[in-house]
């Protein structure tokens, strides 16, 4: 694995409300990720329930250099935490991933490995694909989300089989660039992020995931985020 060392790698965190999370992934990163040269960012959004202290705990632990603690004063929207955290990324490529857990860090090695032998522009974490699943949703979330994702194939064509997932690694640049073009704020940015890079003619690869439900906390997905979603996916089929 000495290979990797030559790169390093920005993994980007955004935040709210996951203290009781964010000390366990963080471990879990610097567990599976031993011979890799990589930092942390953090974007925490003014979380009320103390995750800022828990990430000032683990800079004591890690360093500072290794976990970046980069907050804001309120929620913002996750398109906007990933532009903020990008500014602070020194790394040559950027990982990005959710706190609670849903995203395990035992897959970053298939990550980097996937991107190394390809030179992929970005690699993407698939739940539909064989290896890969869900663990944790009741069945009516399954179909929701099958749902959401054949719905969006059908219309848009974006040559990947998993568009709403949000565990992946993208070359800086390429991340720079695709997330310039990109309006969405809320969930409907990890697909329209997928779908500008599709018809960008970037080179995307996949690797099985299986997705895990949060153990800790609550879920920030409601109503209102499937009607976004849908608007979203009417004006990329407008715009792309």
């Known amino acids: 694995m000495a290979e990797e060392k030559k790169y390093k790698y920005s993994i980007i965190i955004p935040t709210y409300n996951e203290r009781l999370n964010i000390a ?7 567990k599976h990720l031993r011979d890799v040269d990589f930092e942390i ?8 329930d103390g995750t800022q202290e828990i990430v000032k705990q683990l800079q004591n632990l ?3 250099d290794r976990v970046l603690l980069r907050a804001r004063a309120k929620k913002l929207g996750l398109g906007t ?10 790394g040559d490529f950027v990982v990005i991933m959710d706190a609670d857990l849903s995203h395990h860090p035992k897959y970053l ?12 522009s970005i690699v993407t974490g698939t739940r539909y694909v064989k290896g890969g699943g869900v663990h944790g949703w009741n069945l009516m ?17 974006p040559g990947v089989s998993d568009l709403t997932g ?15 073009s990109c309006v969405s704020k809320g969930y409907v940015f990890q697909m329209e992020m997928i779908v500008r890079a599709t018809r960008k003619g970037y080179h995307i690869e996949e690797v099985p995931i299986t997705f895990v439900d949060r153990v800790f906390g609550t879920s920030k997905l409601g109503g209102s985020e499937i009607v976004e979603y849908l608007k979203g996916l ?6 792309t």
């Open 234 to 239: 009417v004006y990329l089929l407008l715009t």
């Open 109 to 120: 090695p298939s990550f980097i490995k996937k991107q190394l032998e390809t030179n992929a």
């Open 141 to 157: 979330r399954k179909l929701t989300s099958r749902g959401a994702n054949v719905l969006a194939q059908t219309l848009l064509w």
């Open 166 to 180: 949000s565990f992946r690694l993208y070359k800086k640049s390429v991340l720079e660039d695709v997330i310039s």
């Open 62 to 64: 890690y360093g500072e």
């Open 81 to 90: 935490a990933y532009i903020h955290g990008l500014k602070h990324a020194s």
């Open 24 to 30: 366990l992934i963080v471990y879990l990163i610097f």
């Open 41 to 48: 960012i953090v974007v925490d959004d003014g979380s009320p």
